[in-house]
């Protein structure tokens, strides 16, 4: 089976700019997390989709959302981006129950000039 | 945000020595998962653990869960130079909340062996 997939790998934006990230799951698994990881923050959690539906969130504030398409593949949007977005963004996928193991992508790191 | 309370923060150990590190919470979790991530890539699953007590190994990891549910063991034996890396420790679930989807994760160990 295909691991998790995320495009682009890397990514170069300006302030004040928007992103979209992408993530593919592994096939099979509905559930699609995302995490953002900085040296000092370390890994937090963004936002959880399951059947094209948010389930949970995390403390990130609305310029950070989300969404899920039919076949489960997944996109991050950051609006407005700031310097302190700079991060290496993270997708997890499991089958989707609360207690599923979940297996991360590559990551994409995005860096805000 | 809630973080683990992961140690050591960094090891410098001499290959072919044990390691050990980890991990502890002021909440329970019912499942507890190690991680090992290499520099520009995103965690690798070692080991997860679903019930309070077990011990489980995968080759030359053995992690624990513990008793209380607030605490969980990662040992390496006999390290090897690929063994390098940042260890995450991650709790999934527990006490109130919704827990779909959020792992928590420890600071990481910067596991370094030297040849």
């Known amino acids: 089976k295909a691991g998790v997939t995320q495009t682009p790998r890397y990514l170069i934006k300006t302030r004040g700019q928007q992103v979209t990230l992408s993530c593919s799951p592994i096939?099979?698994?509905?559930?699609v997390s995302w995490y953002q990881q900085t040296p000092g923050q370390g890994l937090q959690f963004l936002f959880e989709y399951f059947s094209e539906t948010q389930r949970n969130k995390g403390n990130f504030p609305g310029r950070f959302s989300g969404r899920q398409f039919s076949n489960s593949r997944s996109e991050m949007n950051v609006s407005t981006l700031e310097l302190g977005d700079s991060a290496l963004y993270l997708c997890a996928s499991s089958p989707g129950t609360a207690r599923d193991t979940q297996y991360f992508g590559p990551g994409t790191r995005l860096t805000v000039l | 945000g809630q973080q683990l309370n992961q140690s050591p923060q960094s090891m410098f150990i001499q290959e072919g020595e044990d390691v050990s590190m980890n991990c502890t919470s002021s909440s329970i979790f019912n499942t507890w998962l190690w991680y090992k991530q290499d520099p520009g890539e995103g965690p690798v699953l070692l080991i997860a653990?679903?019930?309070?007590?077990e011990l489980t190994s995968n080759g030359r990891l053995t992690a624990q869960f513990g008793i209380t549910r607030k605490d969980s063991f990662l040992n390496i034996s006999a390290s090897i130079p690929s063994d390098v890396g940042i260890y995450f420790c991650a709790g999934q679930g527990g006490a109130g909340g919704t827990s779909y989807g959020k792992l928590t994760f420890g600071q990481g160990t910067i596991l370094t062996v030297h040849p």
């Open positions: 096939s099979g698994h509905r559930s």
């Open positions: 653990l679903y019930k309070a007590g």
